[in-house]
Every structure is written in structure tokens, then in C-alpha cells.
């Protein structure tokens, strides 16, 4: 009964697949199954280690029409750093869709996550942004405030990025990165809400457990996505935020709330809008969307299955 | 951030793991540790994937004081017979219990959860089974009803082992097999009920979803250890039996109550003693266990995240 599998390292996966448009389109095309209401999704699987400071999540989704799906296992131990060993990890393994073989695994240790998660950023910004953005913004100072922008800037090729972090020196060495990347113009900015005033487009991606971006801040043709929360304690954006925007979009309901910023709305007693649109709805036309320039929406991204199984799928069929 | 890990393929794992008392006494382990309260295990990650008959099932569970913790992937896609291929399969993921880093991938498929299955039987019959058994039979006639009572066997020596399936020709292959394998008388058998009246231990092994043993069938002396059952709408013995015992031992009571004999008494209203004991409670002396050996005894086995962490750690300590 063997058979083949391919084992992918980190560094081979690093050197196959680029953030580039064809990721985005891969992703945007998971979010257009997931709108389909054909994709099986189960609820992500949680194991909290408390008493080795650590926690493992599981996704998978199975996608009508891909020939593999995928299951994800994503490691945070975060006694790691004492250890010199980064604090985040995983892999990937990749079935058959069809008879349930292993096709490969994927020791990824979180890259292809990282990659599949600003590419939905992209789709967020490609259907939710205003046409045109000049400016974008970027809070946090992370990899993924760097993977955000880059992502964005696909879609969106804004030519001046702001950056803001509690970290000033972070946030100097964040927009020295985005400068070089895209080159353009990236600038530290002292003040988030100042930030928020200047873009047309703003990204999230911080593990904030209290809002770092306030209501009022919300200006007319802002579209704000925000990726980083995904457990039930985590929020980045003030609850009346996403009542003060036109639109909210999230990327899988019955995960926005309970990961996502939706969450903290409804235990505030303060969602009035009933059954929000998820982005693939967006993708597809069957929710209208951005009605004006000058609308301001909000997408909230948690992270799906549907996006592993689409990004382990496509790098099953890219060339070594 | 490139470290070491072991990939071990179903041949690889099928010349370093035997079925003998070392991997019973590691399983026994798993049980114990269960029982003592510490075990993080959460709940069965399940995805149903109707449109090409294949599910998928994730198990796992943390062990205090294990290097080590696995998560499992278990599949079965059912028309793979067709195709020439085996309907169930999967791998074992292997993680550092005090980084999360991954250490080794093993990919079994399934052999792995047949050793420890096996070797959990052989705890229940360890525990639970009268001391003397010179007969024990099983019902079933595919690989579990092999490795059950060769696990058994381990423990309790018998000298006749009798088989029972639906198919005889596969039940004289079976027996066959049996005697070969142990070296020990094997006899197919017509009934059922006789197979149940003449033994002291029987071992249940289908996916049966209609009792294959009756109540009135169990008599004094006897312990019946039912490991068929691992989903909602499956069960091997009439939920009267589960009464008519002595005592009732559960391998994890979250599971079985949904998974296992117990879901079928519960559903039919007749289950009224309360909260059964788990195996690991009976091992450690929490729970008398068998009183007599006069005692019905049944042992309900859903399959357990720990015990697929305890045999992968296992594992990863044995000599390639």
C-alpha cells in the first residue's frame, strides 16, 4: 500500500511560493467555495497546555472541486523564546480528496500560514477597499504588518505606507522593510489615530486584547481589515467600530464570534444588524459590498480552514 | 530554525513495534494517566465527507510527563475498495511536549491505532477478565478480531480461542490465522450465543449498528470488552446487557456516551446506575473493579487521544 508522499521543508516551501497575485487568487477562490455553503468546515480543534505555556489549534476544510484538502495543526509555545526557539510552529498534511491518502506534509512551521493569511488581507482589500488608495496604514510591526502590506499592495498599489507600533523602534525598522519591499514612501507615525486619519486603507495585526483602534476614529472612504484576533479574549478595534462603519464583513460567521472582533460586540449587547455578509458573499456579488467611495468598512478575518486546504492545494501544484 | 525530524513509514513501524506486554503496559499507562485527571484530551475533531463516502477523524491528547504528544488522523474513504485501495488510513503527527516543535511524522496508516487498540483490549481483559480463562472468543473476523485476541492471549493465556462472523469462510480464515498465531486450538462456531456461553472472555469487533450480543446471552463468569463501537450510530451489544453486568467500565465517559455502548442505553432510558467508572479508575484502585469471579464485567472501548499519544511516544523511544 505505499505510495508516494512528498515531504516539503520550510525552505523548499519558502523558495516555492511567492505572495504574488496568484496566492490572492487562490485564497479569494477559497472564500468563493466557502460562500457556496459547499465546503465542510468543522470547528477548529483547541488543546490549551497551560501548564507548558502552550496551545495547538487544528483547521481543515474540505472544498468541492480541489483535489486535496488539508489539515493544519498550528503550535504557540511560548516559553520558546527563552529557548532561543521561535514561538510559533506547525505543519500541514495534505489528503486526498478522493481516497484520503497522505499526499505530503508540509513542515511549513507556520510560513504557509503566514502567506495564506496576508493573502486573504488582499481579497479583503481588493472587494472592500475604496478604488483608489494613496495611502495605507499599518498597525503592528510584526510579520505580518510587513506580509499585510505587501499583500495590499498588490491589489491596492498605494504609494505611501504609515506604521505604528507601541514599539517605536520596531515600527522605524517595520517601514525600512516596506520601503525597500514596494518602494515607496513608509513613515513611523507617534499617533494610530493619526495614522488611521491619513490612510484610505488600514490593517490590524496586533494580538490586542483591548482595542488599539478607537470608533471615532473611523473617517468616510476608510476600509480597515483586521486579522489579528482569533481566540475568544483577543479584539483589535473598539466594539462601537463595527456599528459606526457601513459594512462589516467577516470572513466565516460562526467564527467571527467567537474569535473575531464581532465577538465583543455582541457581549456588549450593542450588534444590531443581525446576520453580517461573510467576504466570500462580497467576492461573488450576491452582497452588494461598498455602496460609495465614501463608505467606510470593516473586514474581520480569523483564518480558515478553506484557506490552508486552497493554499496546501495550490502548492501541491506549483513546480519544485 | 531547521531541526531534525523523523519520518517512519508503515514498514519502518511494523518492524519496530510488536504487540507484546511492553506496549500493553504502555497503554495501561495511558489509561492511568487519564484517570488521574491530568490528561488534556479534547474532544474528537470529525468531518463527514458525504459526497465522496470518506470521514475524517482528528484525535489528541497531552500526557503530563510525556516528551511528547501526538495528534492522529484517521480516514476512511469507502470507496476505495473499488479502486483497489485500503478504505481506512492515516498518520500520527508527533510534537515536543515542552516546544511544540514537530519531531517526527509517522506514517502508519492506521497500524499504529490497530497496536494500541489491540493493546487497550488487552488492559480491559488484564483487569477486568476472570484470572482463569482457558476459552475466549471473538466475534468479528477482520484484523481487530486478530489482534484482540492475540493481545489477549498476552494476559490471559487461553488455550481455544472461538470465532464468530457473519461470514464463515472468513471466520475459518480468521480461526485459522488464530491458531497459527497462537498456537493454540481455534474453532469457528455457528451461533453466536454458543460463542458467548462456552468462553469466559469475548472480545466484540464489528461496526456493527444492530446488538451482535444479546442480554440473556451473558453469564456468570463472563467479560465482554466491546471495541466496535466509535461513532454515534454504531453499537455491538444490546443496550440490556449493559445492565444485566455486574459492572460497566467505560474507557472515557465523554466518548462513550456518544460514541459507544453506553449512547444506546442512554437514548433507550434504561441506563440508570449514574456516572461508570473509566478503565484507568479500575487499574489505579479508585474503582474495586471485578468483585468475584462470578462478576459480568463489560469494557466499552471508543479509542482515546492518549492512547495515541502514549504509543507514538513509545515509538519515537524504541531503537529504529
Known amino acids: 500500500m505505499?505510495?508516494?508522499?512528498?515531504?516539503l521543508t520550510e525552505a523548499e516551501l519558502r523558495a516555492m511560493v511567492p505572495l504574488d497575485t496568484g496566492l490572492v487568487d487562490v485564497v479569494e477562490a477559497a472564500f468563493v467555495a466557502l460562500a457556496g455553503g459547499q465546503?465542510?468546515?468543522?470547528?477548529?480543534?483547541?488543546?490549551d497546555l497551560a501548564a507548558v505555556h502552550g496551545e495547538v489549534d487544528v483547521k481543515t476544510a474540505y472544498i468541492p472541486g480541489?483535489?486535496?484538502?488539508?489539515?493544519?495543526?498550528?503550535?504557540?509555545?511560548?516559553?520558546?523564546?527563552?529557548?532561543?526557539?521561535?514561538?510559533?510552529?506547525?505543519?500541514?498534511?495534505?489528503?486526498?480528496?478522493t481516497t484520503g491518502q497522505v499526499q505530503a506534509v508540509l513542515l511549513d512551521n507556520g510560513f504557509l500560514t503566514d502567506m495564506r493569511t496576508a493573502a486573504a488581507?488582499?481579497?479583503?482589500?481588493?472587494?472592500?477597499?475604496?478604488?483608489?488608495v494613496t495611502t495605507a496604514g499599518v498597525i503592528g510591526t510584526g510579520l505580518q504588518a510587513r506580509l499585510q502590506m505587501r499583500a495590499a499592495h498588490l491589489v491596492r498599489p498605494f504609494d505611501r505606507v504609515l506604521v505604528w507600533g507601541r514599539d517605536t523602534e520596531k515600527a522605524a525598522a517595520c517601514a525600512a522593510d516596506l520601503a525597500e519591499a514596494l518602494g515607496i514612501e513608509a513613515e513611523v507615525v507617534r499617533d494610530p489615530a493619526v495614522l488611521v486619519q491619513r490612510a484610505q486603507l488600514v490593517v490590524t495585526t496586533t494580538p490586542a486584547r483591548a482595542p488599539v483602534l478607537q470608533a471615532e476614529w473611523l473617517h468616510p472612504g476608510?476600509?480597515?481589515?483586521?486579522?489579528?484576533?482569533?481566540?475568544?479574549?483577543?479584539?483589535?478595534?473598539?466594539?462601537?467600530?463595527?456599528l459606526r462603519a457601513d459594512l462589516y464583513v467577516a470572513d466565516r460567521l460562526s467564527q467571527v464570534e467567537r474569535l473575531g472582533e464581532l465577538r465583543a460586540a455582541i457581549e456588549a449587547g450593542i450588534w444590531t444588524r443581525g446576520t453580517p455578509p461573510e467576504?466570500?458573499?462580497?467576492?461573488?456579488?450576491?452582497?452588494?459590498?461598498?455602496?460609495?467611495?465614501?463608505?467606510?468598512?470593516?473586514?474581520?478575518?480569523?483564518?480558515?480552514?478553506?484557506?490552508?486546504?486552497?493554499?496546501a492545494t495550490h502548492v501541491l501544484g506549483l513546480p519544485c
Open 2 to 7: 505505499a505510495h508516494d508522499i512528498r515531504i
Open 39 to 47: 465546503v465542510i468546515m468543522p470547528p477548529i480543534l483547541s488543546m
Open 66 to 97: 480541489l483535489d486535496s484538502f488539508a489539515l493544519k495543526v498550528s503550535t504557540g509555545f511560548f516559553d520558546n523564546a527563552a529557548k532561543g526557539l521561535p514561538s510559533l510552529g506547525g505543519l500541514m498534511t495534505v489528503f486526498s480528496a
Open 121 to 132: 488581507g488582499a481579497v479583503a482589500a481588493r472587494h472592500l477597499a475604496p478604488a483608489e
Open 222 to 242: 476608510l476600509h480597515v481589515t483586521a486579522m489579528g484576533s482569533d481566540a475568544p479574549g483577543k479584539g483589535e478595534l473598539a466594539p462601537e467600530a463595527l
Open 279 to 311: 467576504l466570500g458573499a462580497v467576492i461573488t456579488g450576491a452582497h452588494p459590498g461598498r455602496q460609495s467611495p465614501d463608505d467606510i468598512t470593516i473586514a474581520d478575518l480569523t483564518g480558515t480552514g478553506a484557506q490552508d486546504t486552497a493554499i
